[in-house]
T-cell receptor
């Protein structure tokens, strides 16, 4: 069964360092998302991406964040200068149709900023 | 603005007991409602969804949820839980075609033998 894959599963970084989280969405999907979950808190929407551009982004998704689909398969989230409060589980998701609202999530990448 | 409230952060139950996980939402527009489940060390998986039509929706593993517009609720129920149902359950709402999900804080269901 096709699935969304994310790498790395866990990354530890120093504050101020750049981090890139990678995702391979399901191959025929056209809409891509990043969500994050700070420990003990809600899963929060960060950004949605379609047709090589951002469709919508939340207040969390400030200038420190960027997304890219550098080739036909990968979808990346970059944090330019990490802060302690960026420590969270980051989930990538994709879907073939926004009409149903059903998103397919990856297992997540845990980011720890020291 | 939309929001989702899951009042219970943890629900411990014994195996074969019934369970209800509560979810309330607020929205000024029509919404789609979802329950996602996260098993330990796994990603979020869709459990069931309400888009339109019958207000009672069911999953393949015995869970059901009922959309109640007047009470703005979408509670999740199962008449008899198994150990394997131990997981965290997230209620979510979307504005339909926008596809962006708004999640509740999640409810950790712990099924004990």
């Amino acid at each position: 069964e096709p699935e969304v894959t994310q790498t790395p599963s866990h990354q530890v970084t120093q504050m101020g360092q750049e981090v890139i989280l990678r995702c391979v969405p399901i191959s025929n999907h056209l809409y891509f998302y990043w969500y994050r979950q700070i420990l003990g808190q809600k899963v929060e929407f960060l950004v949605s991406f379609y047709n090589n551009e951002i469709s919508e982004k939340s207040e969390i998704f400030d200038d420190q964040f960027s997304v890219e689909r550098p080739d036909g398969s990968n979808f990346t989230l970059k944090i330019r200068s990490t802060k302690l409060e960026d420590s969270a589980m980051y989930f990538c998701a994709s879907t073939s149709s926004r009409a149903t609202g059903e998103l397919f999530f990856g297992e997540g990448s845990r980011l720890t900023v020291l | 603005a939309q929001s989702v409230t899951q009042l219970d952060s943890q629900v411990p139950v014994f195996e074969e007991a019934p369970v209800e996980l509560r979810c309330n939402y607020s929205s000024s527009v029509s919404v789609y409602l979802f329950w996602y489940v996260q098993y330990p060390n796994q990603g979020l998986q869709l459990l069931l969804k309400y888009l339109s039509g019958s207000t009672l929706v069911e999953s393949i593993n015995g869970f059901e949820a009922e959309f109640n517009k007047s009470q703005t609720s979408f509670h999740l129920r199962k008449p008899s839980v198994h150990i394997s149902d131990t997981a965290e359950y997230f209620c979510a709402v979307s504005r339909g075609s926008q596809g962006n999900l708004i999640f509740g804080k999640g409810t950790k269901l712990s099924v004990k033998p």
